[in-house]
């Protein structure tokens, strides 16, 4: 009985980085999971981000979770296909950067559409619809930046359209 207790506390000592708690009932090891820790400064390199391979490109994501005043942070850089877009226009509850580092497109704002050029910043309000779409012949890259602000009352859903156009 000793063994199995001290290997069922080994468990809980080595899984302990992802849970906040953990307690016995009988043998069996009860865990709630742990409050997201912030992030701390760092460089990701481009190698070490997170692929995604899609039809229309890629996407790296650098960063997920949340800072010391955001919640809900995505940081990535998409890579583009010609004729292609990540999705059509589309909108959620979260602020969002779109900052175009190579390449051109069109632009989606508010339901209207604008050219997309190298350097362009796109700055979305919760809930409004937005995209980029590739209408070149070269790739296009855009770096993302989408998080909710800790501390702000997230914007209600204002109607009940869908979020991609």
């Not at 080595?14 to 400064?41: H, I, N």
């Not at 809900?72 to 979260?94: F, M, N, T, Y």
């Amino acid at each position: 009985m000793f063994a199995r207790m001290a290997c069922l506390l080994s468990l809980v000592v080595l899984c302990g980085a992802g849970f906040s708690s953990a307690f016995f009932l009988g043998y069996r090891v009860y865990a709630t999971e742990a409050e997201p820790k912030p992030l701390k400064s760092q460089v990701v390199n481009w190698d070490d981000a997170q692929l995604q391979q899609a039809d229309w490109g890629q996407m790296r994501t650098y960063f997920r979770g949340e800072t010391h005043g955001t919640k809900d942070i995505l940081g990535a850089v998409a890579v583009v296909e010609p004729g292609k877009a990540v999705h059509r226009a589309h909108r959620h509850a979260q602020e969002e950067y779109l900052i175009l580092v190579a390449g051109s497109g069109t632009w989606s704002l508010a339901g209207k559409e604008f050219p997309a050029r190298r350097g362009d910043i796109l700055y979305a309000e919760p809930w409004v619809y937005h995209g980029l779409t590739n209408t070149s012949d070269e790739q296009l890259i855009f770096v993302v930046v989408r998080y909710n602000p800790k501390g702000v009352k997230i914007p209600p859903r204002p109607d009940s359209r869908a979020d991609e156009q």
